[in-house]
C-alpha cells in the first residue's frame, strides 16, 4: 500500500514537473514571437540560451537589417530626384536675372553681376552632377567621341572665366577619337579647366593636346598656375581635401571637384594622373583604354 502511495505521489511530481517545464518553454518562445515581431534590432546577452534562440534573433536582425538598407537607398533617391528637380527650377530665375542684367546700364556692376550669375550656374551644374554620382546606378553612354569637340565644349562653358582672366589658349586637340561618355568626360573637363582658372598666375596659359602610347591615348590639361605641393599630389582627388595653395584665402575650394573627377574616372573606366612643380605648371592627364573588342568597334 505504502509502495502504491510513493508510486502515485513520484508520478504527481512528475507530471507537475513536466507541465512546468512545459509552461515555462511555451513562454519563452511566445517571447520570442513576440520580440521577432518588432521592427528593431534585438540584442541577445544570455549566452546559455538555445542554439535555435540565436539562430532566430540572427535572421530577424538580418532581416530588419536589409530593410534599414532599402529605406536608406529609398531616402536617398528621394533626396537625389528632390535635388535634381531643384537644380532645374533654380536655374529660370537664374536666366530671367541674366536678362535682366543685360539691361543694366552700369557696365562695371553688369559685368560683377553676371560674373556671379556665371559661379552660380557652374555651382549647380557641379551640384547636379555630384548628386549623380552618388547614385551606384550611373547613367552612362559610351561611344566613340571626338576629343577636340569635348574640349571646345567645355572651354566654351568656362569661356566667361578664361576671357576675363586674360587666359592664352593653345589648343593642340586634331581628330583624336576616343571611347568615353560625353556628358561625364565634358564635366571632368570642366573641373580641371575650372582648377586652371582658379590657380593662375600672371600671364596664364592653359596647353591642351594628346600623346598616342599604343592602344592608349593621353589628353594632357597643362597651365603654368601655381602648382600644387608635392605633399599635396597624392591628396587632391580625396573628398574634402582643399590642400595648401590657396592664396590669402582668396579661394573658398569645397575640396570636391578632384574628388567627383577621379569617381566618374573610375566609373568611365580611365585613369588620371597629376604632374606639377610648385610655382610653374600643373598637367593632369587623362588616359583613355580602347578596348576595341568589347565595344565591337574595329577601328578608331
Not at 569661356?159 to 583624336?176: T, V
Amino acid at each position: 500500500m505504502i509502495y502504491i502511495i510513493w508510486t502515485f505521489l513520484i508520478a504527481i511530481i512528475i507530471l507537475g514537473l513536466i507541465v512546468i517545464d512545459y509552461y515555462r518553454t511555451w513562454k519563452h518562445h511566445k517571447e520570442i514571437d513576440d520580440l521577432l515581431e518588432c521592427q528593431e534590432y534585438i540584442v541577445c546577452d544570455d549566452l546559455h540560451q538555445p542554439l535555435y534562440d540565436h539562430e532566430a534573433l540572427f535572421i530577424h536582425n538580418e532581416q530588419i537589417y536589409h530593410q534599414d538598407i532599402e529605406d536608406s537607398y529609398q531616402k536617398l533617391c528621394e533626396l537625389q530626384e528632390y535635388i535634381s528637380r531643384w537644380s532645374h527650377e533654380i536655374k529660370l530665375p537664374l536666366a530671367a536675372l541674366h536678362m535682366m542684367n543685360e539691361r543694366n546700364d552700369d557696365v562695371t556692376l553688369r559685368m560683377e553681376i553676371k560674373e556671379q550669375c556665371e559661379k552660380m550656374e557652374q555651382l549647380l551644374h557641379t551640384m547636379l552632377t555630384g548628386c549623380k554620382t552618388w547614385n551606384s546606378h550611373y547613367d552612362k553612354k559610351i561611344e566613340l567621341l571626338s576629343l577636340k569637340g569635348i574640349v571646345d565644349k567645355s572651354i566654351r562653358h568656362q569661356s566667361f572665366f578664361l576671357i576675363k582672366e586674360h587666359f592664352e589658349i593653345d589648343n593642340q586637340i586634331m581628330d583624336e577619337k576616343v571611347l568615353s561618355d560625353e556628358q561625364w568626360l565634358v564635366y571632368m573637363l570642366d573641373q580641371i579647366i575650372h582648377n586652371a582658372i582658379k590657380y593662375h598666375k600672371e600671364q596664364p596659359k592653359l596647353s591642351l593636346y594628346t600623346e598616342i602610347k599604343g592602344n592608349r591615348t593621353i589628353l594632357h590639361i597643362r597651365d603654368n598656375g601655381i602648382g600644387i605641393c608635392k605633399e599635396d599630389i597624392l591628396s587632391v582627388f580625396e573628398k574634402g581635401y582643399t590642400g595648401n595653395n590657396v592664396r590669402n584665402g582668396e579661394y573658398k575650394s569645397t575640396g570636391m571637384g578632384l574628388y567627383f573627377v577621379r569617381q566618374i574616372a573610375r566609373m568611365l573606366e580611365h585613369q588620371i594622373e597629376i604632374v606639377s612643380i610648385p610655382q610653374k605648371y600643373t598637367d593632369v592627364r587623362i588616359i583613355f583604354d580602347h578596348h576595341l573588342d568589347f565595344f565591337n568597334i574595329t577601328e578608331l
